[in-house]
C-alpha cells in the first residue's frame, strides 16, 4: 500500500478559524469554530485522499525551547478561555469523522509532526502537513509538503524558492537569520529575509555566514559578528526535532473513510 499521511497542525487549523468567527469570546463562538473547523477537516480529505491522517496539537507543558529561551513564544495572545475548555469537543468530532489526534507532554505539535512525516518518508509514504506555519517549510522534500487549506495551495521546492529565496534544507537558518516573530525567536537584528537569502545563496550555511562574518560588508556583518550566539540560538529553536520516539504506531491513524 502506498502511504499518504495527512498530518493536521490541529491548533493552527482552530485558531484561524476561531479568529475568522464575529461575535466575543464565549460558547456560541466555539460552536461555530467547532463546526467549521470539522468541516474544513472534511474538506481537507477530500481534497488530499490521504491513507493516514491525524490531527497533531501542542503538550500543555512547557517545552524545552521555553527552557533554553525563556522568551520564546512570549507576547502570542493565550487561547481564549472558552475555547481551551472546548478542545476536547474538538477532538471527539475530529474523530467522529474518522481522524484521531495526539498530544504528547511537554512536545510541540511541529516537533511531532516532523517525526511522523520523517517516518513515513523514510518508508517511501508521502505526508501532506496541512499548516500556515512556515517553519514546516524546513521538512518539505519529494515525499513530503506543507499545504496552505485556506488559499488551496501545496508549499512546495518551487514555492519556497519564489516566496523565500531558498531551498527547503535552508529554511531554517533563513529564520534563524532572520528571526521568527510568531514565536518570538529572535534572528540577527539588521537582517531581514531578504538578506538572509542572499547570504545563504553565496554561502550556503548559517555555519558558513558565521564563520566569515567578519569580512562582510556594511551593518549586515557587523550585526552577524557581534550577535553570533543569538544566531546559533535561533537557529537551534527553529530547526524541527523529527526524532522523536512517540510511542505510536501507524496503523493507528490508518484512515478509512468518514463516519458521519
Not at 506555519?133 to 496552505?148: E, F, G, T
Given at each position: 500500500?502506498?502511504?499518504?499521511?495527512?498530518l493536521?497542525d490541529?491548533?493552527?487549523?482552530i485558531?484561524?478559524?476561531?479568529a475568522?468567527?464575529p461575535?466575543?469570546d464565549?460558547?456560541?463562538?466555539?460552536?461555530d469554530?467547532?463546526?467549521t473547523?470539522?468541516?474544513?477537516l472534511r474538506?481537507?480529505?477530500?481534497e488530499?485522499?490521504?491513507?493516514h491522517?491525524?490531527?497533531?496539537f501542542?503538550g500543555?507543558e512547557r517545552?524545552?525551547?521555553h527552557?533554553?529561551?525563556?522568551?520564546?513564544?512570549?507576547?502570542?495572545s493565550?487561547?481564549?478561555?472558552?475555547?481551551?475548555?472546548?478542545m476536547?469537543?474538538?477532538?471527539?468530532?475530529?474523530?467522529?469523522?474518522?481522524?484521531?489526534?495526539?498530544h504528547?507532554?511537554?512536545l510541540?505539535a511541529d516537533?511531532i509532526i516532523?517525526?511522523?512525516a520523517?517516518k513515513?518518508a523514510?518508508?517511501?509514504?508521502s505526508?501532506v502537513i496541512?499548516s500556515?506555519?512556515?517553519?514546516l517549510?524546513?521538512?518539505?522534500?519529494d515525499?513530503?509538503?506543507?499545504?496552505?487549506?485556506?488559499?488551496r495551495l501545496?508549499?512546495?521546492?518551487v514555492?519556497?524558492?519564489e516566496?523565500?529565496?531558498?531551498?527547503?534544507?535552508?529554511?531554517a537558518?533563513l529564520?534563524a537569520?532572520a528571526?521568527y516573530?510568531?514565536?518570538n525567536?529572535p534572528?540577527?537584528p539588521?537582517v531581514g529575509?531578504?538578506?538572509?537569502?542572499?547570504?545563504?545563496?553565496e554561502?550556503?550555511?548559517?555555519?558558513?555566514?558565521?564563520a566569515v562574518?567578519?569580512?562582510i560588508?556594511?551593518k549586515?556583518?557587523?550585526?552577524?559578528?557581534?550577535?553570533?550566539?543569538?544566531?546559533?540560538l535561533s537557529?537551534a529553536?527553529?530547526?524541527?526535532n523529527?526524532?522523536?520516539?512517540l510511542g505510536?504506531n501507524l496503523?493507528?491513524?490508518?484512515?478509512t473513510g468518514?463516519s458521519?
Amino acid at each position: 500500500m502506498n502511504i499518504r499521511f495527512l498530518l493536521i497542525d490541529a491548533l493552527n487549523l482552530i485558531r484561524r478559524v476561531y479568529a475568522a468567527q464575529p461575535g466575543d469570546d464565549g460558547t456560541a463562538r466555539v460552536d461555530d469554530s467547532l463546526k467549521t473547523s470539522t468541516d474544513s477537516l472534511r474538506r481537507a480529505l477530500r481534497e488530499c485522499v490521504p491513507t493516514h491522517a491525524v490531527c497533531v496539537f501542542d503538550g500543555h507543558e512547557r517545552s524545552w525551547r521555553h527552557d533554553r529561551y525563556p522568551a520564546y513564544k512570549e507576547g502570542r495572545s493565550p487561547m481564549p478561555e472558552a475555547l481551551h475548555a472546548g478542545m476536547d469537543r474538538f477532538k471527539e468530532a475530529f474523530s467522529r469523522i474518522g481522524v484521531s489526534s495526539i498530544h504528547l507532554p511537554a512536545l510541540e505539535a511541529d516537533d511531532i509532526i516532523a517525526t511522523l512525516a520523517r517516518k513515513v518518508a523514510q518508508r517511501g509514504g508521502s505526508a501532506v502537513i496541512l499548516s500556515t506555519d512556515r517553519l514546516l517549510l524546513q521538512l518539505v522534500s519529494d515525499l513530503i509538503v506543507v499545504r496552505d487549506h485556506y488559499q488551496r495551495l501545496n508549499l512546495d521546492r518551487v514555492y519556497i524558492r519564489e516566496k523565500l529565496g531558498v531551498r527547503p534544507d535552508q529554511v531554517a537558518d533563513l529564520f534563524a537569520l532572520a528571526g521568527y516573530p510568531t514565536n518570538n525567536i529572535p534572528g540577527v537584528p539588521h537582517v531581514g529575509i531578504k538578506t538572509a537569502a542572499s547570504l545563504l545563496g553565496e554561502l550556503e550555511t548559517l555555519d558558513t555566514i558565521l564563520a566569515v562574518a567578519h569580512t562582510i560588508k556594511g551593518k549586515p556583518g557587523e550585526m552577524l559578528y557581534r550577535h553570533a550566539d543569538q544566531a546559533r540560538l535561533s537557529q537551534a529553536l527553529v530547526r524541527l526535532n523529527d526524532t522523536l520516539e512517540l510511542g505510536s504506531n501507524l496503523r493507528s491513524f490508518r484512515y478509512t473513510g468518514q463516519s458521519e
